[in-house]
């Protein structure tokens, strides 16, 4: 597939397991972080983040196990799949766990702001818990987030 666009993105083949991700996570708290979407999908071992949030690994894309355009791919869909569910963004700043100064962690290659705060980007669930309730059931319920028509399922 080309670039990622909101026409195409629900196409994507890594659509429907960002929206699984989406509802694991959901069904245990308010938020969804995009480095919990990788570890979701199996992308992101929890000893390498735990490695990475000690401030052994440089930089997060170092020990996610796709490639950078994958990376870029899903991080698109997280955020406009976020998007279609009105959740809220809140920047969330990663620092260095353990001992010793508390260091700014960084996520990608590059270092880049804008591509920083893609990863850095936590989103809220901001509507009523019922309507997280029935999208979470819906979608592990094993339909895959869209209803009998093929739309995609939105909170009412």
Known sequence: MKKITTGNYKKD???????????????EKDYVAPVEVFMTMGHL???E???????QVPCLERVIEVNLSKI??????????????????SITYYHKWGKGKKTALRFSI????NLEESYSGHFLWNQ???????????ILEG???????????QPS
Do not use: C
């Open 110 to 113: 590059s270092g880049e702001k």
């Open 72 to 89: 870029n791919r899903i991080l698109r869909i997280i955020k406009m799949y976020a998007h279609d569910l009105n959740m809220k963004k």
């Open 49 to 55: 983040y735990k490695r990475w949030r000690n401030g």
């Open 45 to 47: 071992k929890e000893k």
């Open 13 to 27: 083949k890594y659509y429907l397991p960002v929206v699984r991700a989406f509802a694991k996570i959901l069904s």
């Open 128 to 138: 009523s818990r019922e309507k997280k309730i029935i999208l979470v059931s819906k």
């Open 143 to 153: 339909n895959t987030g869209r209803d009998n028509d093929g739309n995609q399922i």
